[in-house]
């Protein structure tokens, strides 16, 4: 069952702590939130499997990452196991370097309201209704201040589906489970701890999406993750920062088009920026919105409804009969260039071929290009017939 049809439930713990200290263990550079995401449909049968997991690794206690501790074999082997259940994951990575000059930083209160807005504002959009699962012990700070921001927010229509559930972490699997993956994604974003592994690549497909805060051009290639193809740097932060620049424009969703270009977007980034930089085929897309709740429409109107309306507001993204991607090499600019120049440049043919026929067999009285809705053409017309 789509996402879309179905209760979703998010089970969200954070790795890291508020503080300036950023070499200090005890403090850090990062906070890592992760969000367990699991449609109600299967709910009991992920809480089955992940109890397996925990009875053969963690028999008597909590699953907690700090238990884990620096043995990255073990993490791995749990990893892996957890990995088979059916859910997905949302990440927010909080580099804390980066937020020293934010103009609130040194405000606690302040500093994890601005991270609660943006983390989830991200998550509603893709789940309008969701179901919160926190510990209801809040013994972090962050989630203290998260219940009592999304609290404030009930009136507002992006919150307003939004449902608590208050549950003891020693008791809900899947609290432990957050903690589990954000304690490891963290452990190779902090550089207190500074392990090679790529958590991220490792679970490349459990992670449907990842908002780095704050967003910048500089999170995403900081690490080379396995298998990523190489940058150009120019081109592919130019691209980037089109695409960042109508997220940041669009985060009031007005409809169900604005909704699906967002998803659609942050997917392309997603494989840009965190797996492979393939191009995407339409009907994985539309398998990743129709997973959203968004049964979106034929490719053809696919194209026109959401590309097409995203690249007429600057945004840059390259086709070719292997699908989507955000461009990162000139050789794929002029890759897409040169399929749109193999359609356009015969279709312009074709119409100067019609003006001239009918121009001349009516000797000119009849002239299809002296309209002014078509002044564009008549100079590209008068251009050619200059060369």
């Not at 504002?121 to 201040?145: G, H, Q, R, W």
């Not at 089109?242 to 985060?251: C, G, I, N, P, R």
């Not at 009907?283 to 959203?292: F, G, P, Q, S, Y």
């Not at 001349?360 to 009285?365: A, I, M, Q, R």
Request: a positive charge; one cysteine or more; charged letters at 25%.
């Amino acid at each position: 069952m789509p996402y879309g049809t179905s209760k979703i439930y998010a089970f969200i713990d954070e790795a890291g702590s508020f503080g300036w200290e950023l070499e200090n263990p005890s403090c850090g550079s990062h906070i890592v939130i992760a969000a367990i995401i699991v449609a109600e449909d299967v709910l009991e049968e992920t809480i089955s499997k992940i109890r397996k997991v925990k009875q053969s690794f963690f028999p008597n206690s909590e699953m907690k990452s700090v238990a884990i501790g620096d043995n990255i074999q073990k993490r791995k082997r749990i990893l892996s196991q957890l990995y088979k259940a059916p859910y997905n994951v949302m990440l927010c990575i909080v580099d804390k370097a980066k937020m020293k000059e934010w103009p609130y930083a040194y405000q606690r209160e302040k500093f994890y309201q601005y991270i609660n807005y943006n983390f989830y504002e991200f998550l509603k959009i893709s789940y309008p209704n969701l179901i919160v699962c926190a510990d209801e012990l809040i013994s972090s700070e962050y989630m203290t201040s998260f219940i009592q921001y999304v609290k404030e927010q009930e009136n507002h229509d992006l919150f307003s589906a939004t449902d608590f559930r208050f549950e003891n972490s020693k008791e809900n699997i899947l609290i432990q489970l957050a903690d589990i993956v954000s304690g490891s994604i963290r452990r190779m974003y902090d550089k207190t701890i500074g392990e090679k592994y790529d958590y991220c690549y490792m679970w490349r497909d459990k992670i449907l999406d990842i908002l780095f805060f704050p967003e910048s051009w500089h999170n995403y290639t900081d690490r080379s993750p396995v298998g990523r193809k190489e940058f150009d740097s120019i081109i592919a932060r130019i691209c980037f920062e089109q695409a960042v620049q109508f997220l940041k424009s669009h985060k009031k969703i007005r409809d169900l088009e604005d909704r699906a270009r967002v998803l659609t977007l942050r997917f392309l980034l997603s494989q840009m920026v965190n797996k492979n930089n393939n191009y995407i085929q339409t009907k994985d897309i539309r398998k990743h919105l129709k997973a959203l709740g968004i049964d979106s429409w034929p490719t053809q109107s696919f194209r026109n409804k959401i590309i097409a309306k995203m690249r007429d507001q600057n945004v840059l993204i390259t086709s070719s009969p292997h699908g989507y991607k955000i461009p990162t090499t000139e050789k794929e600019l002029y890759s897409f260039i040169n399929h749109g120049n193999s359609i356009v440049e015969p279709m312009l043919r074709r119409l100067i071929k019609c003006h001239h026929i009918i121009r001349n067999k009516t000797l000119g009285h009849v002239n299809l290009f002296e309209r002014a809705e078509y002044a564009n053409l008549k100079k590209y017309m008068e251009a050619q017939e200059k060369q």
